[in-house]
């Protein structure tokens, strides 16, 4: 368990991970195993605490549920950056944000 802590404490095996997830998926959604794709990628799932029921397929979850927690993320460490990071100061912010609002 010490070994993967220690392994996610660096920021460029999160953006490996990903790259590695995203080249399985379109592999697999591109290959004789698309149709099992497709069943999972549109399980439903449902959800009920009480009177409140949720039932979404897996789709809708990744694509509202996990998009939210990932911009929120990015938030997070752009406003680290911008506290105590390279943009710290008003010079090294400028071109980021010009370049942000003319995106």
Excluded: C
């Amino acid at each position: 368990m010490g070994q993967i802590v220690k392994l996610f404490q660096f920021e460029r095996i999160s953006g490996v991970l990903l790259i590695v997830a995203i080249l399985l998926a379109l592999a697999a959604a591109n290959s004789p195993l698309a149709p099992i794709y497709n069943v999972v990628h549109h399980t439903p799932i449902h959800i009920r605490l009480g009177p409140l029921v949720i039932d979404e397929p897996l789709v809708r979850w990744i694509n509202e549920g996990l998009m939210v927690l990932f911009f929120v993320l990015v938030g997070l460490e752009i406003k680290r950056h911008f506290l105590e990071g390279h943009l710290s100061t008003a010079k090294r912010a400028a071109l980021p944000a010009i370049a942000a609002l003319g995106g």
